[in-house]
Every structure is written in C-alpha cells, then in structure tokens.
C-alpha cells in the first residue's frame, strides 16, 4: 500500500512553518497514542506514521530530501523508521522529545509495555567512502577507520568493576519503571536509579563509568561490489556503536560516492564516451581502438565505416558497468567527433584542393540538397 503523504498525515500545507508542523504533531501525536487505545492496532500504526512524518518534516535537511524526491528519499524502518543516514528512530523517542521528557510518558503510563531488564542496544552509524569507477566497475575491498562506543576491556562490557556482579535495580526490582499515585491516576515512569535498564552495576566500573563502553577507533574491511552506484548503502551488522552494558552492538552503513571519470560518463549501467578521429578515417574507414572499463589492456577495437559522420554513435553491447545483482552488463556508447585540422603544408593543400575540385566542392561548397531545403522554409 503507498504511504500517505507527510504534509496531509499531519494536516499541514507544504509551505508550513516549523512551528506549524510541530503543533500539528502534538495533536496528531496525543489523538492516536497507543496508551488511548489499547490493543487498537490500527490506531498504534498511525501514531507510528505521524511520528515519521514529524521525525522527516522537522529536519530541514531531511524535509528538503522529502519534497524532492517524496518516500523514495528514505527507507522504511522496523518498528520505529530509518532516517537517511540509516539510523532507526522509535516514535515514543520523538513523542517525548516534543512532549519535554516524560511528562506525557507519566501521563499515559509509559508509552510501551513491556518492562525493564534488557540493556540498551547501540546506535547505528553512517560512514560515506569514495571509489574511483574503476573500482566501482570491478568491486574493490576498503578499509576504513573510525571513533566510535566500543566494549569497555577493563569490564568486558558489563558496567561493572572486575570482583563485582551486575545486580537487580533496588529501586524497580528490574521492571525498569515505578509506579506512583496521583490523585485518581497510577503513572508508572521510567526508573531514576537504573534510567529504565532494570539492572545496575554492583560497583560501576572505574574506566567506563559503569557504562560498559568507550570511545575508540575502530578499523574495518568493507567489500565493495561491483556495480555499486553513487548513493547505495552497505550494511556491516556489528559494527555500530556498542550497546550501554552489553547491549547488543548497532549497524554501520556506508555510503558510497563514485567519483566522476575524466572520459566516461555513467548513465544507469551504461557508459558513454566521446572519441576524436581524423576526417580521413571517417571518409575512408577502418579501425581505431578506443578506451574501455571492460578490457585488461584499457582498450577494445572498433570498427569505423567509410562515411561516418561526426556525432555517430556506436554501441558496443556488455562493455558498460555490471549489474549489482548479477545478469548481463551494460552497454559502452562512443560518439565520435571529427577532427578538421588546423593547419595544412602546401603539399596536404594542394591534395585537399584537388579533390575538392574532383567532388565538385569548389563551386559548391554547401550541398544543394541543404539549399532545397531551405527554400521551403521561407516559402
């Protein structure tokens, strides 16, 4: 089913402001919160859709991609969405951060069910690399360095000093959330003592703090196939930042950019090429060999007919990039452009008048066919 557009989710105009849009959301977000309708399903999923749509229309970066290219300019995500830069973002995230905190949290008993004792995952990270053509054409493996949240050696990523164990929250009992009353009302919020993890360290690790992580660089291979284009993304799962006390560890997409060529130029899996060659071998023919990704040797032949034409195309089929996914290449194009040349001895001339004179071409130096032409116009 095709995804309804953000503007009308949210009841705005495209030309709406940001202060607009985020009114809108809160309206939007308070009318089909989950919390007001249990079990409804269908209510959980717009709530899910008019936080995307505020999560895109927000950004001014991202609402820019979005009224250029529409959904195409993001991929769709699981359970929350994922952004442009191929993180995921969890709609109660973007509901308290409008709301301020957890004030609405509180409000209607804590957003998501489900209770405490899983540790954070880490988040996902964005990595852009450059590849020449050739290596785009080929495949290439690259190795990238990078800081990023890495497991704490000193705790092994449990938050807790070596000697001391990773106990239940006091506080929750490993709910992760408490309930208090208010007049008629029970809110349940997020634990203050544990942040929601439903455990904590017995005593915190003195080099992470109890975090289970820090920064580091990191070095990784990535495979880059051939076919690639400018724009797609490569997933390495794992090597994302490391989750907040052995929490599972979030993905890293790289982004690639093909750098433009200085003689072909790209169009989907086919290469185009602009080639000179003599005027004698465009009247004569024959064969010239012309550069190509295709060949060992950087060179394939190429047939010229006598009486080619400048701006002739020819079409030399499977020389173009691979396909990504396998199946039959694409095709290389050369248009040839003939060279006229600038300067003459009296010898070449002297050839050139003589067959000049031998076509005819010295009383008529433009084809009559041209001028016949040219009398229809201006009849």
């Known amino acids: 089913m095709a995804k309804q557009d953000y503007y009308e989710l949210l009841g705005v105009g495209r030309d709406a402001s940001a202060e607009e849009i985020k009114k809108a959301y809160r309206k939007k ?23 995307e749509a505020y999560e895109v229309l927000k950004d001014a970066d991202k609402r820019a991609a979005y009224d250029r290219y529409g959904h195409a300019a ?11 830069s191929g993180g995921f973002h969890d709609p109660f995230e973007i509901f308290r951060e409008v709301f301020g905190g957890s004030a609405f949290d509180d409000f209607f008993g804590g957003g ?13 990270l964005r990595y852009d690399v450059e ?21 704490c050696d000193h705790c092994h990523g449990s938050g807790a000093e070596p000697g001391s164990r ?41 080099q992470c703090g109890g975090e289970g992580r820090v920064m580091k660089s990191k070095t990784v291979k990535i495979r880059v196939p051939a076919g690639i284009a400018t724009g797609q993304k490569l997933r390495s799962a794992g090597n994302g930042e490391a989750g907040i006390m052995g929490g599972p560890a979030g993905d890293l997409y790289v982004v690639v950019h093909v750098r433009e060529h200085d003689i072909f130029e790209r169009q989907g899996n086919d290469l185009h090429c602009d080639v000179p060659i003599k005027f004698t071998l465009a009247a004569l023919g024959g064969t010239i060999e012309v550069p190509a990704l295709s060949s060992p040797s950087g060179r394939v032949s190429l047939k010229i007919p006598p009486g080619t034409q400048d701006g002739t195309v020819f079409k030399l089929r499977e020389r173009g990039m691979p396909h990504l996914r396998g199946g039959a290449k694409g095709s290389q194009f050369v248009r040839v452009h003939i060279e006229v040349p600038k300067k003459l001895t009296s010898e070449q001339r002297a050839l050139l008048e003589q067959f000049a004179r031998a076509c005819g071409d010295a009383d008529h130096p433009v084809e009559e066919g041209f001028w016949e032409r040219a009398k229809k116009i201006f009849e």
């Open 29 to 51: 977000a308070v009318q089909y919160h989950p919390d007001k309708h249990k079990g409804d399903k269908a209510m959980e999923e717009k709530f899910k859709e008019v936080s």
């Open 74 to 84: 993001f991929q769709p995500g699981g359970a929350g969405m994922r952004g442009p």
């Open 112 to 124: 998501r069910s489900g209770g405490g004792g899983a540790s954070h995952a880490g988040s996902d």
């Open 131 to 151: 590849v020449s053509l050739k290596e785009a054409f080929t495949g290439v493996e690259k190795e990238i360095s990078y800081r990023t949240a890495a497991a």
């Open 166 to 206: 990773v106990v239940t929250c006091p506080t929750c009992g490993g709910a992760g959330r408490v309930i208090s009353s208010r007049g008629f009302f029970q809110v349940q919020q997020t634990c203050p003592h544990c942040h929601g993890a439903g455990r904590m360290p017995e005593r915190q690790c003195s």
